[in-house]
T-cell receptor, first 112, second 116 residues
Framework: GESVGLHLPTLSVQEGDNSIINCAYSNSASDYFIWYKQESGKGPQFIIDIRSNMDKRQGQRVTVLLNKTVKHLSLQIAATQPGDSAVYFCAELNQAGTALIFGKGTTLSVSS | ETGVTQSPTHLIKTRGQQVTLRCSSQSGHNTVSWYQQALGQGPQFIFQYYREEENGRGNFPPRFSGLQFPNYSSELNVNALELDDSALYLC???????????????FGPGTRLTVL
């Protein structure tokens, strides 16, 4: 079936450190993945996406890595800032291209 | 900001009542998806509308229904409210729609529904 999960429910880092948030997915046919950031009381905010024909994609201070062999996805945040504190979700698009399937999320806490 | 707006922001209803939530999609987007997010969980897909027709549905009962209008705005209706319907309801708009497209979904701020 289609399911997406995250390895750790919480991650605490110091300001300026690099953060790595991990995600495992179960459907080897999945071909589109998105990372979202959700701050308290707000809707999920798009961070970065990656398609299965890529292994790596970089944005501003963020990098997503996709390892299709082990069905693993990670989000790397460089020089983490207090404003990065939020819940991070990885999501997988279902085969029909309609529904995003979310994991439970990782809460990132950044202390200064 | 994504340009996706939702109303109302908060809503309190009692068990058995009916509720209508509204969503305006981002300019140029013709597809709207609705999600339910329980506290501490990831969003769960309810359904998607593309060009005014339901384009996919998650595991939600028929008392969850929707509409999409010619301007691509959308409504989510929930009948016979239950306590477990208390959640954040999110809508997301995307550019393409239709089967097997791979378009990013951009979320609105959500409507917090409390059922007493």
């Amino acid at each position: 079936g289609e399911s997406v999960g995250l390895h750790l429910p919480t991650l605490s880092v110091q300001e300026g450190d690099n953060s790595i948030i991990n995600c495992a997915y179960s459907n080897s046919a999945s071909d589109y993945f998105i990372w979202y950031k959700q701050e308290s009381g707000k809707g999920p905010q798009f961070i970065i996406d990656i398609r299965s024909n890529m292994d790596k994609r970089q944005g501003q201070r963020v990098t997503v890595l996709l390892n299709k062999t082990v069905k693993h996805l990670s989000l790397q945040i460089a020089a983490t800032q207090p404003g990065d504190s939020a819940v991070y979700f990885c999501a997988e698009l279902n085969q029909a291209g309609t529904a995003l399937i979310f994991g439970k999320g990782t809460t990132l806490s950044v202390s200064s | 900001e994504t340009g996706v707006t939702q109303s109302p922001t908060h809503l309190i209803k009692t068990r058995g009542q009916q509720v209508t939530l509204r969503c305006s999609s981002q300019s140029g987007h013709n597809t709207v998806s609705w999600y339910q997010q329980a506290l501490g969980q990831g969003p769960q897909f309810i359904f998607q509308y593309y060009r005014e027709e339901e384009n996919g549905r998650g595991n939600f009962p028929p008392r969850f229904s929707g509409l999409q209008f010619p301007n691509y705005s959308s409504e989510l209706n929930v009948n016979a409210l239950e306590l477990d319907d208390s959640a954040l309801y999110l809508c997301a708009s995307s550019l393409g729609g239709g089967h097997r497209t791979r378009d990013t979904q951009y979320f609105g701020p959500g409507t917090r529904l409390t059922v007493l």
